[in-house]
Structure formats: structure tokens, C-alpha cells
């Protein structure tokens, strides 16, 4: 049986990344409870068996073999969440905005379709989207 697809990104803060997924965007939190309350590691279910983990910064680095990892608010990979209509993405954009996020694209009409892009609160650029 293949194991879970995950993706792993590198945080700051565990309880502001906490705060952000689970509130911002609505994703369910999984694993052991660690002593500061939160799943250690810090996972969110996305759909099926795919995971989203959020590690801090040093031991994502360790993981890698003390790699240099980029640094904080740079930008390598667009997340992405397609939505039904422009009325979802404005109330989603404001709920990550109300989360801890950053706007960097306002919801607007593109030439491709309706979307709005937020960063978390480590720089992740979360494209939120008509789909």
C-alpha cells in the first residue's frame, strides 16, 4: 500500500502556522498532541491521504542534510485552491487576511479567471481561485 503523498514547508511559529490553516483555511489538524497543544509534527489532512506538514525552519533544514534552505517570505511554489465563484474566493481571502495572512494579489478578474493570492504567515503564496 503506498504511502501518504505530503508536502512540507518551513515555519517560523508553529502556534501562528497552526492558526492560520486551521482557522484560515479549515483544514483539520492530525497526530499526537504535543506539550504546547498542537499535533507534533504539525499536519493537516488536504484531502484523502494527502498531507500538508509544517516544520520549523532548522529541522526542515536538518531533514535536508543542513541544507541552506531560502530565506523567510521568498516565494518557490504557489499553493493553490480552486473555489466555485468570486463571492468564495473574497470571503476566503478575508478569512486568511483575519488568520494571520498577507494579501499580495487583491481578488480581482484576470485574464485566466477570478483569484486572489495570500501568503501565510511564513511567505507561502496560497492562490485562491475560481475553478
Not at 543542513?66 to 468570486?86: F, V, Y
Not at 483569484?115 to 496560497?126: K, M, R, T
Amino acid at each position: 500500500m503506498p504511502s501518504p503523498f505530503t508536502i512540507t514547508l518551513p515555519i517560523a511559529d508553529r502556534g501562528r502556522s497552526h492558526r492560520f490553516y486551521r482557522e484560515g483555511l479549515g483544514l483539520d489538524p492530525v497526530g499526537q498532541v504535543a506539550q504546547d497543544g498542537l499535533p507534533e509534527p504539525l499536519q493537516f489532512r488536504l484531502f484523502g491521504e494527502a498531507y500538508l506538514c509544517l516544520v520549523p525552519t532548522e529541522g526542515l533544514g536538518w531533514v535536508l542534510g543542513d541544507r541552506e534552505l531560502s530565506p523567510a517570505g521568498l516565494s518557490e511554489c504557489l499553493l493553490g485552491m480552486a473555489l466555485t465563484d468570486a463571492e468564495q474566493v473574497s470571503a476566503m481571502t478575508d478569512r486568511l487576511l483575519a488568520a494571520g495572512g498577507t494579501l499580495l494579489t487583491a481578488p480581482t478578474q484576470q485574464p485566466w479567471g477570478f483569484e486572489s493570492i495570500v501568503a501565510d504567515p511564513d511567505g507561502h503564496a496560497w492562490q485562491l481561485y475560481v475553478g
